[in-house]
């Protein structure tokens, strides 16, 4: 199996397809039709044959695959975990529990809730808050990522991923209540003019 070293770069055609929004890049040095990327089926199948079936798709791919987004600038490798090995595709050496698995378009890879709790731990603040920010409401509630944390005890880290997922609840509770303020109609009579 090829590795990212050695991708083939891309043409200044390509990138100024990219920058317009008409080709993604879903490896590195691999591109494609934005519209066949348009779906996490679709994005699924594009990963499906770089990652061989005893692979997940973890953090920023599982991501990715799930909601399409993915960082600026951190398009340097597929993120996947392996129980036994460190070699690309492999970018961590964990074994996934399968309860935190599931399919998707004949790739593996971590159900939304796993995959908060691992941008959380393995990906710097900044970049896990806007994925799960493109996570939350869509794909997963709070009640699920309460629920992913109660099932992963013994993992380091855990208490800082814990802290930050609190703070993203009262943040959203507090966001939710002022969009109903601003939405409720006002006691006030509306003013006439003669």
């Given at each position: 199996?090829t ?16 920058r317009e ?7 590195p040095?691999r591109?494609t ?7 996490p ?5 594009l ?6 079936p005893?692979y997940?798709a ?13 960082p600026e ?7 996947a ?16 529990p399968?309860?935190?698995t599931?399919?998707v378009?004949?790739t593996?890879?971590?159900?939304p ?8 731990l ?12 493109h ?5 997963l509630t ?7 944390l109660?099932?992963?005890e013994g ?5 800082f ?15 939710t ?8 109609p ?9």
């Amino acid at each position: 199996m090829t590795t990212w070293h050695n991708a083939p770069p891309l043409t200044n055609v390509q990138r100024a397809q990219l920058r317009e929004g008409l080709l993604v890049e879903y490896a590195p040095g691999r591109v494609t039709a934005a519209d066949l990327a348009a779906a996490p089926a679709l994005r699924g199948a594009l990963l499906a044959p770089l990652l061989p079936p005893s692979y997940t798709a973890v953090t920023l791919t599982a991501l990715w695959i799930h909601t399409g987004w993915w960082p600026e600038g951190k398009m340097r490798q597929l993120h996947a975990a392996h129980p036994a090995r460190t070699k690309p595709p492999a970018t961590y050496r964990r074994s996934i529990p399968p309860q935190f698995t599931i399919t998707v378009g004949g790739t593996r890879l971590t159900t939304p809730a796993r995959t908060v709790v691992d941008l959380l731990l393995m990906e710097t603040s900044d970049v896990a808050m806007d994925g799960i920010f493109h996570l939350v409401g869509a794909h997963l509630t709070m009640s699920e990522l309460f629920d992913q944390l109660a099932r992963e005890e013994g993992r380091r880290r855990l208490g800082f991923a814990r802290s930050m997922i609190e703070a993203l609840a009262e943040y959203l509770t507090w966001r939710t209540h002022e969009l109903r303020l601003s939405a409720a109609p006002s006691d006030c009579p509306p003013s006439s003019t003669p």
